[in-house]
């Protein structure tokens, strides 16, 4: 989930709000002409409401007065819902049909992102996300595990075996997410499939309906940056998404510009979804060293020692498909 599909599910669900609330007004306004009773009554209810603030305001028996007020209230609601049956119309035909009842087509509920704008920004990313030819092409079924075959790691070992562990726990990781599933650290040299693989857990953790924010870390850095510095003025906030989606991916890290502000942003991020034990991906072409000489030992020290480490090896893909199609046209 970027912060534009946030956006856009933002924009759907007040557009339903809208919508809700002028199919209610027609209702109100059909009902007033067929039924001048109810109007006369809601005439009434919105004198009652206004004559509440003056019973606010003057401090007098409150309490009691806003007591007798309530009830004259429900019953001139009773009395519209027998009104309206009696004209033949559903008694609730003047309620407002929100299409999400539990946060009124807000978005917010008990003071965090209600299901419904969570699930349709996730619906945006998932689409945008298959709109996308290259990443249509990563998914599990066509990661093929052939190109690590007869190659050798440096220390002499086959690559075939722990590239098959890292395809297998990728595949199962992505099968049974909750969010409490771990932290994932994937590294290797370029062209290994590390970047394949996040994106085939983030379509298949999408499908289920979780908040999945994936992006270079460059991306998410310069975002960060410049809704900090007010150089965006769209109002995203992709700092607190970044520290709140149910899974985060990084790709790339340590491919980013060393700034104290850059420096201070990543160990906010994992520190603060660590802390909310919140699962994140990460994908870097360094290794322990590279981390450790380039990160803050208050990083370095966290990503090592709770995520899980994933260790890519092989022969740069890259090269083997394009050897693989120059050898197909000789
Ligand atoms: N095992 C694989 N099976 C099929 N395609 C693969 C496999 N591994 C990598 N690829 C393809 O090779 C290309 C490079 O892979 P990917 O981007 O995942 O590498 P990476 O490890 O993320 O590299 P980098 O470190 O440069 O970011 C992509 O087009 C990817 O789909
Ligand atoms: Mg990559
Ligand atoms: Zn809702």
Request: glycine share 4%; net charge neutral.
């Amino acid at each position: 989930m970027k912060a534009e599909h946030l956006e856009q599910a933002r924009n759907e669900i007040s557009a339903r709000r809208n919508h809700a609330r002028t199919v209610n007004d027609e209702r109100f306004q059909e009902i007033h002409t067929r039924i001048p009773e109810i109007a006369e009554i809601n005439r009434q209810l919105f004198r009652t409401s206004r004559s509440v603030m003056d019973i606010i305001r003057s401090g007098e028996n409150v309490q009691e007065r806003i007591e007798t007020l309530r009830k004259q209230n429900q019953q001139a609601q009773l009395l519209v819902r027998r009104l309206l049956t009696a004209n033949g119309y559903p008694e609730n035909y003047l309620d407002v049909t929100y299409t999400c009842p539990k946060c009124s087509d807000t978005g917010y509920y008990q003071g965090a992102f209600c299901s419904c704008l969570t699930e349709l920004a996730a619906k945006y990313a998932a689409r945008e996300l298959n709109r996308s030819a290259q990443i249509n092409l990563c998914s599990f079924d066509t990661f093929d595990l052939a190109y690590y075959r007869g190659h050798k790691t440096e220390s002499g070992a086959d690559c075939l075996r722990p590239m098959e562990v890292i395809y297998h726990f990728c595949k199962e990781y992505a099968a049974h997410f909750t969010t409490e599933s771990p932290s994932i650290l994937m590294y290797g040299n370029t062209g290994l499939g590390k970047t394949h693989l996040s994106l085939s857990i983030a379509s298949a953790v999408l499908e289920k309906g979780y908040s999945v924010l994936y992006d270079s870390v460059i991306n998410f850095l310069r975002q960060v940056e410049n809704e900090h510095f007010g150089r965006d003025q769209s109002g995203s906030d992709t700092l607190s998404l970044l520290l709140s989606c149910d899974l985060l991916i990084l790709d790339d890290l340590g491919t980013e510009f060393d700034t104290p502000f850059y420096q201070s942003i990543i160990y906010n991020i994992i520190n603060t979804r660590m802390n909310r034990c919140l699962p994140t991906i990460i994908s870097t072409n360094m290794d322990f060293n590279g981390i450790s000489h380039k990160y803050d030992e208050r990083i370095t020290s966290r990503i090592f020692a709770t995520y899980v480490n994933h260790h890519f090896v092989g022969y740069d893909v890259r090269i083997l498909r394009a050897q693989q199609k120059s050898m197909r046209k000789l």
